[in-house]
Structures are given as C-alpha cells and as structure tokens.
C-alpha cells in the first residue's frame, strides 16, 4: 500500500459537508492503463452536480467526485505505448479525481510540455478543453461574431473571455457585481453586464440589437429563456450547464420564434475520441504557452474541499481553483 494515500469522498449525495476523507490503496495499473501521483486536481462546478445527487450517483458507495488533475506517472501497465514513470500528465474525465493516486487508462492522458505547470493543467483540462469546443465545434466562431457569455468571471468564463478576444468575436460577458464585472473585463470581454443588478437581456439588446450570433448558457434556469430572446435569428444558444439549477420549462416549439438553432453539449463526448483530445489539447497548451490565454490560478489543500465546494455553490470564486494534496 501507497503510505498516505487519500481521498476527499461524499458519502451519500448532500451539501459540501458530507466530502470526509478516507484511505485508500492505489490500484497498480492493469494492460493499457497508468497510475498517476497527483500534484494538482482541478475544481469544477460538475463536481457539486455530482456530490448534491443531482447527476446519478455513480458508484453503489462512497463517491470520490473531482475529474480533473496533473500529476507524475508512478506505474505504468502493459501495453502502454508513449508513456513512461517520471513524466508529467494530465487528463479529464469524470469522477475519482479527489485522491492523491489515480489508477485510469492511459488513452485519456496527455503528456504535459515544459512551460505547462502542473497546478495550470489542472486548471485548464476541464475548463480550457471546454471552451475549445464550445467555440469551435459546438458553434463555430468567426472574426466579427457577436456572442453573449454567461458567468464571464467563472473558470470557463475568463478562459472563454481571452479565447473569443483571439478569435476576433466581439464578446459580451455577464457576472454577478461589481468585481466580477472587472475581472471578466481584464480577460477579453468587451462588455460586461451585472446581471444581478439589471436585466441582462434589455442591456444585451440594447449593446447589440441585431441580436446575438450565438450565446452559451451554463447557468440554466435562471437564464435560459432570456438567452434565447438574445439571438438573432437563425442564432445558436448552447446549453452547456446549470449553475443556477435545471431548465425544466422548455418547449421545442420555443426555437420557432427566430428559426435557432440549439445544442446541449458534454465534454467528454469530445475527450472520447483520441484524435480530438490530442488536438484540442496541443491548442490549447499553445495558446498558453504563447500568452494568449493567461491563467490565475487559486489554490487550497484538498482536505478543504467542503469549503472551496461551499464558495463555489454560493458564487464566490472566481477563475480556476485547483487541490493541492
Ligand atoms: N457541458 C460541459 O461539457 C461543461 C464543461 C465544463 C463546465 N460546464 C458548466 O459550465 C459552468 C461553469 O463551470 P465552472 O466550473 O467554470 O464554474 P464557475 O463558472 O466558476 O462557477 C459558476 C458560476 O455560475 C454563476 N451562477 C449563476 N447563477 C448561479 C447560482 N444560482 N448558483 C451558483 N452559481 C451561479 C456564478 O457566477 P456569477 O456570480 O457571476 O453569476 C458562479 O460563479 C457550469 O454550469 C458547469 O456545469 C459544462
């Protein structure tokens, strides 16, 4: 057994309280598969889906929530091609991120380059190989865009906010107060609208009355049918989360209003295909690695997590926050 082994679990679905730690023993890598020490483990708001019960509990037990880290290969399966003990990774994938070890087949792993650290991988492995799609494959954007962002200051947002800024969009962002407004400003948006203290979608017309090519909803119910009065017609609004809960309301016949167009995408559909993953992520460690996208990252030990799951729920991060075991 691996001396100090651990994980943060949730023992049954709940609030942040219910993550305690436990012991484990890390799995020696079976054929195709890698066993990765854990340097830094990346915080994400499908991490509290999953915790609250509001995806399906994954495991008959104790759920290790958290997909993705970096770290360094200790162990290495048969068959394994290209991947060696020693080097640096990282990798996304759903769930059993929360631990100092993690045992997982190594199709899903990338190997890190020199000017990528470990704690800005884990950062950017969820959150940067999402805004890859959502702007290239889920709708593609062009220079001149006009797009409409919500939750601008959030870890998706301000990496979307600089990715958009680079693509040539004119890029309007939303965040709840004063300080969100600006950061999200310091990270590519144009605009920035406070939506909680005006309604988002009348200054949203007014910034752009044609109406928007295309805008990404992550905060769901609150949101969504506004987003949609957004559009111009024949736009595009992608459907890629609930922060502020489910969209329950919806009716097909909603899109008739401007002919538009509407995607609810998941990452891991993309992360699936090999050819996707090593593309997705060699652009976007490159555009890291030339200053294009430049990333805050925060941090705290992985045995706070309750409380970091806690800020998060209530709207007090901002950027990416990483575990440090
Ligand atoms: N489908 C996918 O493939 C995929 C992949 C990655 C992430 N996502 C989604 O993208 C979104 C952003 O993820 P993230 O990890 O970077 O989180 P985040 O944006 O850092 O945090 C969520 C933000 O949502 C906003 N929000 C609005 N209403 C809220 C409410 N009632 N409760 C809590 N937050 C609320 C808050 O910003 P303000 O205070 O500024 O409103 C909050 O900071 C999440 O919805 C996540 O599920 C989806």
């Known amino acids: 057994m691996t001396v100090g082994a651990y994980a943060m679990a949730a023992r049954q679905p709940g609030p942040p309280q219910v993550l305690h730690e436990i012991g484990f023993a890390p799995m020696a890598p079976a054929a195709g598969e890698v066993l990765i020490r854990h340097s830094a483990i990346g915080v994400n708001f499908i991490d509290c889906y999953f915790r609250s019960g509001l995806y399906p509990w994954p495991v008959p037990s104790d759920l290790v929530t958290g997909s993705e880290a970096a770290g360094v290969i200790e162990a290495v399966g048969d068959g394994v091609t290209g991947l060696t003990v020693g080097q640096r990774v990282a990798y996304t994938l759903p769930n059993f991120s929360y631990a100092t070890h993690r045992t997982i087949a190594a199709q899903h792993v990338v190997l890190l380059p020199d000017g990528i650290s470990d704690a800005v991988a884990a ?75 005006t309604n988002f979608a009348d200054e949203a017309k007014r910034l752009v009355p044609q109406g928007f090519d295309v805008v990404y909803d992550s905060v769901g119910k609150d949101t969504l049918a506004r987003s949609l009065g957004c559009l ?7 459907n890629f989360g609930q922060s502020s809960g489910p969209v329950t309301d919806f009716k097909v016949s909603d899109l008739a209003a401007g ?14 295909s090999r050819a ?50």
Do not use: C
């Open 123 to 197: 950062a950017v492995m969820l959150k940067g190989l999402t805004v890859r799609y959502l702007v290239k494959d889920s709708y593609a954007v062009k220079p001149g865009d006009t797009v409409l962002f919500h939750a601008a200051a959030g870890g998706v947002g301000l990496l979307a906010g600089q990715w958009l800024k680079a693509m040539g969009a004119r890029a309007i962002g939303t965040a709840g107060g004063p300080d969100k407004v600006a950061l999200a400003r310091a990270h590519g948006f144009a605009e920035v609208i406070d939506y909680g203290a």
């Open 276 to 325: 996707w993953l090593e593309q997705a992520a060699a652009d976007l460690f490159h555009l890291i690695g030339n200053g294009t996208l430049k990333i805050a990252v925060h941090s705290a030990p992985l045995r706070e997590v309750a409380r970091v799951h806690s800020d998060l729920e209530a709207r007090r991060t901002t950027g990416s926050m990483v575990l440090i075991p």
């Open 232 to 238: 111009r017609r024949h736009g595009t609004l992608v």
């Open 259 to 272: 002919s538009y167009h509407l995607t609810r995408p998941v990452l891991f559909h993309f992360t699936s």
